[in-house]
């Protein structure tokens, strides 16, 4: 039987207030008082800083209007934007596993699944993180998680349609020096917006974790933000 979750659409949100959001549902998830819960968004301009980020992994040029935040996911650095769908689980994995690898690897399979209604076929690539797309290796999709009494946050970044230099010319995205990135509209060779990307994204993820969706209406949604913000 279909677990229920809570899905939620929250259209392009600040990076610090979606992970105010974050914090606040895994909070409410660990504690029961809400259902497992995802976030499907936009970041605007924004490089994140993982535990693992090196010195010498950032290189902005003067000028660049992008948002810096160190993060409290696993990885190293990466890039958000607009045209990028950003989804954030926030999942009790004493319901999903209870076991990381797993956990990652069935984002994996949700993001591959995604690309596969597009005709695109996502791989992993053995000692790399995130999902690829060969031959040559182009980075696609970031993943980068955070978990606590087993209630995960961050999640997956998917590249639908977005310029992929920041990724190589602001930072050395992942850590991976000398690799490719690309975005699926790249890819098929036209546009692509995330809106026809995010319900397909939101069905693999039902599929792979076993959930059935209730998604918040927009009004609940704005009450959510607005709720954030004042808290803050």
């Known amino acids: 039987m279909a677990l229920e979750a809570q899905l939620i659409n929250l259209g392009t949100v600040d990076y610090r207030e979606a992970l105010d959001l974050q914090r606040s549902l895994a909070a409410a998830v660990a504690e029961g008082s809400k259902p497992d819960t995802v976030l499907l968004l936009e970041h605007p301009p924004t490089i994140t800083l993982g535990r693992r980020t090196e010195e010498g992994e950032v290189h902005v040029p003067d000028g660049a209007e992008v948002d810096v935040v160190e993060v409290d996911r696993g990885g190293k650095s990466t890039y958000h934007a607009p045209g990028q769908l950003v989804c954030y689980p926030i999942l009790d994995l004493t319901r999903h596993g209870q076991d990381v690898k797993k956990y990652c690897r069935d984002l994996e399979e949700a993001l591959a699944q995604t690309l596969g209604a597009f005709g695109l076929v996502g791989a992993r690539i053995e000692g790399l993180t995130g999902v690829w797309l060969e031959s040559p290796p182009r980075k696609i999709a970031s993943i980068g998680i955070h978990l606590s009494k087993w209630v995960s946050t961050h999640g997956y970044a998917l590249n639908v349609d977005l310029d992929p230099a920041?990724?190589?010319?602001?930072?050395?995205?992942?850590?991976?020096?000398?690799?490719?990135?690309?975005?699926?509209?790249?890819?098929?060779?036209?546009?692509?917006?995330?809106?026809?990307?995010?319900?397909?994204?939101?069905?693999?993820?039902?599929?792979?974790?076993?959930?059935?969706?209730?998604?918040?209406?927009?009004?609940?949604?704005?009450?959510?933000r607005v709720a954030q913000i004042r808290a803050a």
């Open 166 to 224: 920041p990724f190589t010319d602001w930072i050395t995205a992942c850590g991976l020096d000398g690799y490719a990135f690309t975005s699926m509209a790249r890819e098929l060779g036209r546009a692509l917006p995330v809106d026809e990307v995010r319900p397909v994204a939101a069905q693999a993820l039902a599929d792979v974790f076993g959930i059935t969706f209730e998604e918040l209406p927009s009004d609940t949604v704005a009450q959510i």
